[in-house]
């Protein structure tokens, strides 16, 4: 069904660039790409968050997450998730969809696999320009040594997924003391 532009206030729109091809989950890509993007309700500053149910996704062959390739990835993933998920990259700072979402319940979940990462009492705002949490769920999300040698990365323990990294002993106010520091492009939020 398409949307009369012109009929919505500019407040409540949202450009994208693709959805997921398997899925009518839309990923929001910010204003400025309208020659190749389509035009959704944000209905998010109504209170109403649209998403897509986070049931598990479908994988090729019935496939483990862990056992997809890159290539089977690459149909399932917008080219951002891909570059992030996948090849480890990063969103610049302050753009994220979830950088400046707080809400009071729900769970976060697995933008490739779908598998719940974080609930949503352990985002907090860290002030670092990406989502923040404390704390994953119970084996949800692994920690690993980053390719830099100073860092710890951050994967989805189902599928491997980039999330970001974790830096320990900041000193924020938190039952861990530890920030998650999540590009928003790797997660997706489920009520």
């Not at 949202?14 to 309208?34: F, W």
């Not at 993007?37 to 994988?59: E, F, H, K």
């Not at 692994?142 to 323990?157: H, L, N, T, W």
Request: glycine share 10%; aromatic share 8%; net charge positive.
């Amino acid at each position: 069904s398409s949307i009369n532009q012109g009929a919505l206030p500019s407040s409540v729109m949202v450009m994208v660039t693709k959805a997921l091809l398997n899925r009518s989950l839309l990923v929001r890509c910010g204003p400025g790409r309208a020659s190749r993007a389509a035009v959704v309700v944000n209905r998010s500053r109504l209170g109403v968050r649209a998403m897509a149910s986070m049931a598990p996704r479908d994988l090729p062959g019935g496939k483990k997450p862990s056992e997809v390739s890159d290539s089977e990835w690459k149909t399932l993933l917008t080219d951002e998730q891909f570059r992030i998920l996948r090849m480890k990259g990063t969103e610049y700072p302050g753009t994220g969809e979830y950088n400046k979402f707080y809400p009071k319940d729900g769970v976060f979940c697995c933008a490739g696999c779908h598998a719940p990462l974080y609930k949503s009492e352990t985002k907090f705002d860290s002030g670092c320009g990406w989502p923040a949490f404390y704390d994953g769920l119970p084996g949800a999300v692994k920690e690993v040594p980053d390719a830099d040698g100073m860092r710890i990365e951050i994967v989805c323990s189902k599928c491997d997924g980039h999330l970001g990294h974790v830096f320990k002993g900041e000193g924020f106010k938190t039952p861990t003391n530890a920030r998650h520091c999540v590009n928003s492009v790797s997660i997706k939020y489920d009520k």
